[in-house]
Structures are given as structure tokens and as C-alpha cells.
């Protein structure tokens, strides 16, 4: 069974960074695309960020872009979301999910899915 779990979510102030830890268990991650979705507040679940099994070509959202950055170490089966700059709209539930087939920005493809981990970004 593959199980994904989320951490690093807390309150932070605009402005600050933040990273996002996703680990999974039981299935070497390895071997999975992983991405990072995110809900805000009355929002609609949006892509974040995918890291291939390579790690060579991270993609991010525009909104993100300059500002997130994913990465992956195998050796401890985790992928981070690296998140500077933070904004008052980057507050969500951040969501980690893995595919053994798919690549990409929708997040229907995904079979595994965490359980969330909050950012409020707040002054």
C-alpha cells in the first residue's frame, strides 16, 4: 500500500520561506512521479509543482514560478516543495500525490494522494 504523508505546513509571514516534506511509505518513491497540489480557501484545487523519477526537470505552477521549487531524495524516499517569497494567495492545504504512469498538471492521473498539510500565510 503507498502511502504518502505531508508535513511542514504552519503559519509564516509574507515574505517568508517554507518547505514542505512529502514521505512515502511502502512503495519506493523512487520509481513515481511526484507532484504537489494545492486548495486555498473557496478555491479550486490547483497544480503546483512535478518532479519526474529523474528529478531533472522540475516543473511549477506560474504562480509559483521563481518562487517554488521541487526536489526529490530518494535515499529518504521524500519529496520537498521549497516555497520562498510567500504570498498572502499561497495560503491552502498543500496535497502531494505520486503516479507510476503519468506526468503532468492533472491531478485526476494521480492514484495516491496525501492527507494535506496546512500554510496559512498571514501578516
Known amino acids: 500500500q503507498v502511502l504518502l504523508e505531508e508535513s511542514g505546513g504552519r503559519l509564516v509571514r509574507p515574505g517568508d520561506s517554507l518547505r514542505l516534506s512529502c514521505a512515502a511509505s511502502?512503495?519506493?518513491?523512487?520509481?513515481?512521479?511526484v507532484a504537489w497540489f494545492r486548495r486555498g480557501p473557496g478555491k479550486e484545487r490547483e497544480f503546483a509543482a512535478v518532479?519526474?523519477?529523474?528529478?531533472?526537470?522540475?516543473v511549477s505552477v506560474e504562480s509559483g514560478k521563481g518562487r517554488f521549487f521541487i526536489s526529490r531524495d530518494n535515499t529518504k524516499n521524500t519529496v520537498y516543495l521549497q516555497m520562498r517569497n510567500l504570498e498572502l494567495d499561497d495560503t491552502a492545504v498543500y496535497y502531494c500525490?505520486?503516479?507510476?504512469?503519468?506526468?503532468?498538471?492533472?491531478?485526476?492521473?494521480?492514484?495516491?494522494w496525501g492527507q494535506g498539510t496546512q500554510v496559512t500565510v498571514s501578516s
Open positions: 500525490a505520486a503516479s507510476a504512469t503519468y506526468i503532468g498538471r492533472d491531478g485526476g492521473q494521480y492514484a495516491f
Open positions: 511502502g512503495v519506493n518513491i523512487s520509481t513515481f512521479t
Open positions: 518532479i519526474n523519477v529523474h528529478g531533472r526537470r522540475p
